[in-house]
């Protein structure tokens, strides 16, 4: 007797969550090392204000790796909260849309946020979210060190509303945070990556 099977169907792609939040925020980070603690410490002051009106996912990582492509699904707009050795003492703060970035990398599981967008082109088949990176002034990273009193300056600025916003927007970040920044500006300065 002979029996002959059908050959097998290629594999179908993995199915893209939908959106179920406007935005994910990952505030990357470790918070025993000193100013890298940025990312965490702002997702607990954001944790403390009302969200946008389409909700947020808060998530707290080290590091970026491929399986926060996952993460990233749930939402519209990502923005990532990272701590940033290269601003100037007159920056406390600055903000950039993020592009894709699907260049070969070499062999290790941590990703820019660039790499984590291009890596979701290539495992979910479709344009990543719009995203940007929210770069915090960092001073050391430092291991078993505390953050720096420059930072601790910034989160009190935040905090207590006394932050210069007015290049975010006219009304202060905390009480709307960015989000029409990141939607009307960040248009206009399209060209930049992180």
Same mark, same amino acid.
Do not use: Y
């Given at each position: 007797m002979n029996i002959s099977a059908a050959p097998p169907s290629p594999p179908s792609p993995p199915r893209q969550p939908e959106p179920q939040v406007d935005w994910v925020i990952f505030g990357i980070g470790n918070r025993s090392r000193g100013d890298d603690?940025?990312?965490?410490?702002?997702?607990d002051w954001l944790a403390d204000q009302p969200p946008p009106p389409g909700g947020w996912l808060l998530l707290e990582v080290f590091q970026l790796q491929p399986e926060h492509v996952l993460d990233m699904a749930l939402g519209r707009q990502v923005l990532f909260i990272d701590a940033d050795l290269g601003l100037t003492a007159q920056e406390a703060w600055r903000v950039a849309p993020c592009a894709p970035d699907t260049r070969p990398r070499s062999f290790s599981h941590h990703l820019t946020p660039a790499q984590l967008l291009g890596a979701f082109s290539q495992i979910c088949a479709n344009p990543p979210p719009a995203a940007w990176v929210w770069h915090i002034r960092a001073e050391h990273l430092n291991l078993g060190h505390p953050p720096s009193l420059g930072l601790h300056h910034i989160l009190n600025r935040l905090k207590h509303g006394r932050a210069d916003t007015s290049a975010l927007h006219? =009304?202060?970040?905390?009480?709307?945070?960015?989000?029409?920044?990141?939607?009307?500006?960040?248009?206009?300065?399209?060209? =930049?990556?992180?």
């Amino acid at each position: 007797m002979n029996i002959s099977a059908a050959p097998p169907s290629p594999p179908s792609p993995p199915r893209q969550p939908e959106p179920q939040v406007d935005w994910v925020i990952f505030g990357i980070g470790n918070r025993s090392r000193g100013d890298d603690a940025a990312g965490p410490l702002i997702l607990d002051w954001l944790a403390d204000q009302p969200p946008p009106p389409g909700g947020w996912l808060l998530l707290e990582v080290f590091q970026l790796q491929p399986e926060h492509v996952l993460d990233m699904a749930l939402g519209r707009q990502v923005l990532f909260i990272d701590a940033d050795l290269g601003l100037t003492a007159q920056e406390a703060w600055r903000v950039a849309p993020c592009a894709p970035d699907t260049r070969p990398r070499s062999f290790s599981h941590h990703l820019t946020p660039a790499q984590l967008l291009g890596a979701f082109s290539q495992i979910c088949a479709n344009p990543p979210p719009a995203a940007w990176v929210w770069h915090i002034r960092a001073e050391h990273l430092n291991l078993g060190h505390p953050p720096s009193l420059g930072l601790h300056h910034i989160l009190n600025r935040l905090k207590h509303g006394r932050a210069d916003t007015s290049a975010l927007h006219g =009304q202060g970040l905390p009480q709307i945070f960015i989000w029409d920044f990141f939607t009307q500006k960040a248009q206009k300065n399209g060209d =930049q990556i992180c």
